[in-house]
């Protein structure tokens, strides 16, 4: 007789990435990363840095780990780098402890821009973020295929091709606690608040209230967060 699977019902786990116990990097990385990029500057630290990208064993992590540390701007403990990761200025780059950048990530910057990651941040596999002035605060979360743009051509004058028109760079803002969903865009000059859920393939062109819900093409409100903590109480959180 055959026998059906039990039907399968909704469970409630515990995080791992935003509890996770953070533990200090051996000393040994710091130290190589510094002979690494002494020895090698930064277009070969690159090469090595791309040429460990194949695989998720130890010695690859450890070693596009210890790549990257020597390549950003400033680095803290518990980086975790995904497979096939690219990398555009990373010396303008500013990371946080226990920062995840998962497989095949667009981190594009400028050489004279500033992309600042905070303290657990999540950046979800193949996002590509136009970090030419990126901000994502303590604890923000960015699912998989996210799009962050930082810039657009301005179209002028109009005889020319847009392509060789001027770029307007605009600062993008994710302020701490946010989350923003898988293969959702968010366009230049928006800021997303304190805490915000922006829901899967939103579309963001203006900014996003602290403790609310946006969902949509274009983005719009939906709701409130339950619980979220009255003006006066914002930033007690920790977050």
């Known amino acids: 007789m055959l026998m059906l699977p039990e039907k399968s019902t909704t469970r409630v786990v515990a995080a791992v990435a935003g509890r996770q116990e953070l533990i200090p990097d051996p000393t040994f990385e710091a130290e190589l990363a510094s002979e690494v990029l002494a020895n090698c500057g930064r277009s070969e630290t690159l090469a090595l840095f791309h040429r460990f990208s194949q695989s998720s064993g130890w010695l690859d992590s450890t070693l596009r780990r210890i790549c990257l540390r020597a390549l950003v701007k400033s680095c803290g403990i518990g980086l975790n780098v995904g497979m096939g990761v690219s990398l555009r200025h990373p010396e303008t780059f500013e990371l946080g402890d226990g920062v995840f950048i998962g497989d095949h990530a667009v981190l594009q910057g400028r050489y004279d821009g500033r992309f600042v990651v905070g303290n657990r941040v ?6 590509f973020l136009d970090a030419r002035d990126l901000v994502l605060e303590n604890y923000v ?3 998989p295929g996210v799009k962050i743009l930082g810039s ?3 179209g002028l004058p109009a005889h020319l091709p847009i392509v060789a028109t001027d770029l307007v760079i605009e600062p993008v803002r994710i302020l701490a606690g946010a989350d923003v969903g898988m293969n959702a865009v968010l366009l230049p000059g928006v800021t997303v608040g304190c805490g915000a859920i922006v829901g899967a393939g939103a579309a963001v062109t203006r900014d996003i209230p602290s403790w609310s819900k946006a969902a949509g093409v274009p983005a719009r409100v939906i709701g409130w967060r339950e619980g ?5 109480q914002e930033g007690s959180s920790g977050i």
């Open 152 to 154: 657009e051509h301005t």
């Open 122 to 127: 999540w950046i979800g596999p193949q996002c």
């Open 141 to 143: 979360g960015l699912g």
């Open 228 to 232: 979220r903590p009255s003006p006066d």
